[in-house]
Every structure is written in structure tokens, then in C-alpha cells.
């Protein structure tokens, strides 16, 4: 994926637009070349395995990195003139919680432990000028928790969140994160953290919440089949790449990168080997910023040889294609 | 899962809620307890006394103990029990002053200091061990020097010899509280490093700085009982436990019980902090959860 390709989405500009994206200690580099964009009401899942930079990509989106990473390339988002990265901290809080929010993947930690949940929901509601008066922004936060499938919202509004569930505390983070009608939402790994059964429950919340509003929706998480449900489009992350991209019915089916078959295969819960294990793909991931040259799967690829050892480039479009020498379809190996 | 299982497998505390379903431990009960005394009888002696602890009585220098004078009269005839009423007052105060000015300044100072850049962030914290190295005691010395020594010039010096352990512990706190993950969040919600550090930061880290106090309260006391028997704190006439004790001191052979009860007093407001400290401590620190 280096240079990015002019396309057109047909509902108009994208809302995010990322080239060209290089994350960095400034000895090591975590995420290297991501170029993707996400159109309005689009939902778009980034998958891969952990350390492959998916969280990276998201918090440099944000403008949440920690201190001494250090983030290039271009991100623009619909209605915003300027480039985000290169933006102070003034311009970029003043669009967190606003036009890009965020939802974390542990709601065990992801409130202030003292303060209660209304004061919390109300507070984003103040800081962007959404409303204005105390009270206004108190009944507009128990709304938003009606709004979640909270039971009782008047009940909840009053509690500490150490006085609810992690279902909960996930509902009352989204709906921190839709009270100002954002149009990009990420959701780094929203559900990882919860119950199978409440899993379903937010990810109907969060593609809801994602419609009423035509907002953009980033969708991080390594399980391919929450992936399936959530997104129309996704894109496969390894080591820092993007490797894969496409379709969501269409990369799931016939994935071309060796890599997102590896998932694809490591996900069948039915299919077993010689010895009755379950399949997996060889050795692990390496620590940041020690990936090999050329193909960053190289290492680990059953289909690799001496070719590999230069990165092969994009095939296809921004929206489909893979970075691959010997695709699955292809005759090689 | 069985109420067995969850009986041992409690889930985990979140660190700083309010309702820690935890009960209040015996050192801080015995602790407030001592203080409680203390403080009661610093106030009482505002409206009575045995005896006005200042009025010399020559007829009756070096009494014992006596239903007259409870726990006996110094060289100039005056109540001890008085004294050390009115000696509380004195190191009440002193505490009171020395470990708000330290609280109140060294605990923004860590907070912002936390939140800095790394680089300047290391340079406080060298700079802070610096000061940290310096006693408080020969900083009221010096102080007294200069100044004039007094109550006032005792207290502000150990006020400010004790801001470097306020900001100490106030950056490390809040280092700790920027890496928690509602920050993180609270920033993806747009808000801004002044109000991260004030609704954020400061009331997670309230915990420990309430621990600091106490634990300060104690050494604040103590030194300026040390100082006015170094007679660089408090001047007679106004009690101090310190001074009671070095005008003892050189009675200590024809009066021993003199000595004892300043001693005592100031062992006693020592203990009752140390124990309200370590009490408070144990239901705030998260880290001590398994251990007892």
C-alpha cells in the first residue's frame, strides 16, 4: 500500500482518511505505511493478531499516543481542514469526544472510580459546548443511558461504577462516546472484555449507535466472527501492515494473504489435524519493531521464499487487495 | 460458581472507590483516639485550666503531684498540667500550619510536575531529592538565625523542608493515575490536561496525600518540640512540650517526673499520628489488600 490510490466512495468524502501512516519509538517502527479510509455509515473492522499495531493505528488516529511514540504520515477527517496529526493538543482535544470518540476495551478501568456515571456522561456533554447548563447536560446523560438499553437509568445515573457490571460500564462508556453524534467512532476491542451473552447486546448497541447517526465506525478486535457480524469491509493488520483488505463476505471466504487464511483457518473450531489439534499458524508473533524485511509475515508464511525478502507492494485496490507475492490463488506453493 | 467459590475468589478491588466494603482497621481507631484527646484538650484549655499555666507562684516551686497540682509545678511554681494543656495548642498548631503549607504547595507542585515532560519531569524529581536530603531541623536553625526564633519561624521552616515529600509523593501518584485507563479515556472524550488534573488526578490521589499529612503531622510535631528545646522554636513564656522538657532537663535529678510528662505528651501526639497514618494507609494503598 505506499502510494495511496485516488478512489471515490460513493457516499461522497470519506470521513477518515489516513496515508501513508508510520508509527515510531524513533528506534524501532511499530506501524509502518497504513493508508485506508472509512466512508459515512461505513463500518470498517481492523483485525489481526496483538502487536500487529491495530491499537497503535487507532490511538495515533486519536491523537492519544503515549509520549515517546511518535506518529507521520497524513490523517483528515470530513469537516476539519487541517491535518490531524501535525495539529496541537488544543485543536485535537477539541475534536475527541466530539467529531472522533473512542471506546476502550476494559470498562473495568475506563471510568473515574469516583465520580459518579451522570457526572461522567454530562461532563462530555459540557466540554463541547453540546449543552449548556448542568442540568440540561444531567438529563441529556440519562437519556443517553436509555438510549444504551440501560434498565433504570435514573437509578444508574446515580451510581459509582464500581456499583455496575462490565456490560454496564461498556454501555455507559458508548454512550460517552456517542453523546456529542460523533462521525467517526473506534471501538478498540469493545466486547473482548464481556460475557458471549452481553457481547451480542453491545454489538447491536454499537452498530445502532453507529447508524442513527451515519457516523464512520473503526472497528478494532482479533476475533474474526465479531468482525463478520459488525463490519462491511475489513482490513487485516500484521506487523505493523496492512496485509490484506477487502470485503468482508468476500475476505472471508477467499482470503489471498496466506496470513488471513492462517486466521481464517486458526478460527475453524471444526477443523483439526493429523493429531487431532487444532490448526495454528507456525511460531509467534515478534516483539515491536523486530518484524524481518521485506514481507513482515516472511518468517512465519508457509508459502514464503528468497522472493519475500522484498516487500511485495499493494495488489488491487485501497479497498481490496493484498500485499502478497504468492496469493492464495495463485499457483505458487 | 458456588457462593464458596466467590467467598474465595473475591473480585478485585478497584482502586480508590468509595465503598470498599472495607472496615476501618485498629491502629487508625487507636490513633484517632490519642488525636481525638488531644485535640479536646488543646481546646478546652482555651476556655479552662487547672491553673493559669503562665502565672509564676514562687511559694510553690517543685511541688509533686498533688489534688492541688495534678502533675506537680515547675522551678517558677507554675502548673504543669496547665502547660501542657496550653503545650498541645502550641503543637497543634505548629503541625497544623507546617503540613498545610507543605500539602498545600507541594501537592500542586507534584501533580504539575507529574504531568510535565519527561525531561523536566526527571530534572524535578532530582532537584526534589536534593531537597529532600536537606533536614528540616537546621533549616529552622537557619531559619531562627535569620529571622528570629519563634513559633512562626519554626513552623514555616518545617512547612517548607517537608513540601519536597508532598511533591514526591503527589508526582508519583500521579504518574500512576495518567496511566490508568479512564484517563486515557477521559482525554478520547476531549478533555483538558488542566481539568484531567483537577477532576482526575487530584481526588484519585487524595488517598495518599491524607496518609502524607498524617505521617507529617507527626514529624512536625516532634520537630518543633525539638527545636524549642533547642530554644529555636517556641520562647518562653508560651508552653511548648519541647521547652517544658529542656527546662527539665536540668532538673531532671531534684524533679525527674518533670520530664516525663512533656515526654510523654509529645511520644503520645507522635504514636497517635503514626497510628492514624498506617491505619488510613492500609485502607487506602491497594497494594497492602492481601497481605493481611
Redesign the interface.
Known amino acids: 500500500m505506499t502510494a495511496a490510490e485516488p478512489f471515490a466512495t460513493p457516499d461522497g468524502p470519506d470521513v477518515l482518511r489516513v496515508s501513508g501512516l508510520h508509527v515510531g519509538t524513533g528506534r524501532d517502527t511499530l506501524v509502518e505505511d497504513v493508508s485506508f479510509s472509512v466512508g459515512p455509515g461505513e463500518r470498517v473492522g481492523l483485525i489481526g493478531e496483538s502487536g500487529s499495531g491495530k491499537s497503535l493505528t487507532a490511538l495515533a488516529i486519536?491523537g492519544?499516543l503515549a509520549?515517546?511514540l511518535h506518529a507521520s504520515g497524513d490523517v483528515r477527517l470530513r469537516g476539519v481542514d487541517h491535518e490531524l496529526l501535525t495539529a496541537g493538543?488544543?485543536e485535537r482535544?477539541?475534536?475527541?469526544?466530539?467529531t472522533m470518540?473512542?471506546v476502550?476495551q476494559?470498562p473495568?478501568?475506563?471510568?473515574?472510580?469516583?465520580?459518579r456515571v451522570e457526572r461522567q456522561i454530562a461532563?462530555?456533554l459540557l466540554?463541547?459546548g453540546t449543552r449548556r447548563e448542568r442540568a440540561a447536560a444531567a438529563a441529556a446523560a440519562r437519556d443517553l443511558l436509555a438510549a444504551v438499553d440501560l434498565p433504570d437509568p435514573e437509578r444508574i445515573a446515580r451510581r459509582?461504577?464500581?456499583?455496575l457490571s462490565g456490560g454496564q460500564r461498556q454501555r455507559v462508556?458508548l454512550a460517552?462516546?456517542l453523546a456529542n453524534g460523533p462521525e467517526l467512532l473506534i471501538c478498540d476491542e469493545p466486547t473482548t472484555a464481556l460475557d458471549v451473552t452481553v457481547q451480542a447486546q453491545m454489538l447491536r448497541l454499537i452498530v445502532d449507535g453507529v447508524a442513527d447517526r451515519d457516523a464512520a465506525l473503526l472497528f478494532i478486535s482479533h476475533d474474526l466472527a465479531v468482525v463478520a457480524t459488525v463490519c462491511d469491509r475489513v482490513l487485516v493488520m500484521y506487523g505493523g501492515r496492512i496485509v490484506e483488505a477487502g470485503e468482508v463476505r468476500q475476505l472471508l471466504t477467499r482470503p489471498q494473504h496466506p496470513y488471513t487464511q492462517g486466521l481464517l483457518a486458526a478460527s475453524d473450531l471444526e477443523a483439526v489435524d493429523a493429531l487431532g489439534h487444532l490448526p495454528t499458524i507456525e511460531g509467534s508473533v515478534p516483539p515491536g519493531g523486530r518484524f524481518p524485511d521485506g514481507c513482515v509475515f516472511r518468517n512465519r508464511c508457509p508459502r514464503g521464499d528468497e522472493r519475500c525478502t522484498t516487500w511485495p507492494g499493494w495488489t488491487g485496490t485501497e479497498r481490496s487487495g493484498y500485499a502478497c507475492w504468492y496469493p492464495i490463488g495463485s499457483a505458487h506453493g | 460458581m458456588s457462593d464458596r467459590f466467590v467467598a474465595e475468589h473475591p473480585p478485585p478491588d478497584v482502586a480508590g472507590s468509595p465503598d470498599r466494603g472495607r472496615s476501618w482497621g485498629g491502629s487508625a481507631i487507636v490513633g484517632a483516639t490519642i488525636i481525638g484527646v488531644i485535640v479536646f484538650t488543646a481546646l478546652v484549655s482555651f476556655v479552662w485550666t487547672p491553673h493559669d499555666p503562665l502565672l509564676v507562684q514562687g511559694a510553690a516551686r517543685l511541688q509533686g503531684a498533688s489534688s492541688e497540682f495534678w502533675f506537680g509545678t515547675d522551678r517558677f511554681g507554675r502548673d504543669v498540667f496547665s502547660r501542657l494543656m496550653m503545650g498541645a495548642r502550641t503543637a497543634l498548631f505548629v503541625g497544623v500550619v507546617a503540613v498545610s503549607l507543605a500539602g498545600l504547595v507541594g501537592t500542586p507542585l507534584g501533580i504539575l510536575m507529574g504531568m510535565a515532560p519527561r525531561w523536566l519531569s526527571q530534572l524535578f524529581l532530582r532537584t526534589n531529592d536534593l531537597l529532600l536530603a536537606f533536614p528540616a531541623l537546621l533549616l529552622a536553625i537557619m531559619f531562627g538565625a535569620v529571622y528570629g526564633a519563634s513559633t512562626f519561624t519554626a513552623m514555616i521552616a518545617i512547612g517548607i523542608a517537608t513540601i519536597p515529600v508532598f511533591a514526591r509523593v503527589a508526582r508519583s501518584g500521579t504518574l500512576q493515575v495518567l496511566s490508568s485507563e479512564y484517563v486515557l479515556a477521559a482525554r478520547s472524550a476531549g478533555r483538558s490536561r488542566p481539568a484531567i488534573a483537577l477532576r482526575h488526578v487530584l481526588p484519585n490521589i487524595g488517598g495518599l496525600v491524607i496518609v502524607q499529612a498524617s505521617v507529617s503531622f507527626a514529624i512536625a510535631v516532634l520537630a518543633e518540640a525539638a527545636l524549642s528545646f533547642l530554644g529555636f522554636g517556641t520562647q518562653p513564656p508560651t508552653p511548648s512540650w519541647g521547652r517544658m522538657l529542656q527546662e527539665a532537663q536540668e532538673l531532671v535529678a531534684v524533679a525527674p517526673m518533670q520530664a516525663v510528662w512533656p515526654g510523654l505528651a509529645i511520644a503520645a501526639a507522635v504514636l497517635g499520628f503514626n497510628l492514624l497514618g498506617d491505619g488510613l494507609r492500609d485502607r487506602f494503598d491497594p497494594r497492602l489488600d492481601d497481605s493481611r
Open positions: 486519536m492519544l509520549d515517546e493538543e488544543a482535544s477539541a475534536l475527541r469526544g466530539d470518540s473512542m476502550f476494559e473495568m478501568t475506563a471510568l473515574n472510580p469516583l465520580m461532563e462530555v466540554i463541547h459509582y461504577p464500581h456499583q462508556m460517552i462516546a
